[in-house]
């Protein structure tokens, strides 16, 4: 199982970044994948989920402002993120959850000015 994310980077409060992880290995289509972040200091939390049968949920801090896809031909998952805020400055993971086994990418780094 192999899960690279990419897209992060430097942006301005207010700006935007989509974020994106392809994914090789298994069977993409039958699995929930999921965006987690870790800020420093804190502990790793769940940004956004989707299913596949492409139900969404996210946390209440990036409701609204966050959005999760899925291309099941690309086997791969994005996180658009739009009016980004300091706080959302962390390491972005992508994971995926299928079968009972969990897989993780190294990360993207996501650091948003002020």
């Known amino acids: 199982v192999l899960l690279v994310e990419s897209g992060g980077g430097l942006v301005q409060a207010g700006g935007s970044l989509r974020l994106s992880c392809a994914a090789s290995?298994?069977?993409?289509?039958?699995?929930?994948m999921n965006w987690y972040r870790q800020a420093p200091g804190k502990e790793r939390e769940l940004v956004a989920s989707?299913?596949?049968?492409?139900?969404?949920e996210y946390a209440a801090s990036v409701k609204g402002r966050f959005a999760i896809s899925r291309d099941n031909v690309k086997n791969t998952v994005y996180l658009q993120m739009n009016s980004l805020e300091p706080e959302d400055t962390a390491v972005y993971y992508c994971?995926?959850?299928?079968?009972?086994?969990?897989?993780w990418g190294k990360g993207t780094l996501v650091t948003v000015s002020s």
């Open positions: 989707i299913t596949s049968s492409v139900r969404t």
């Open positions: 994971n995926r959850r299928s079968l009972g086994e969990s897989d």
């Open positions: 290995g298994f069977i993409f289509s039958i699995a929930t």
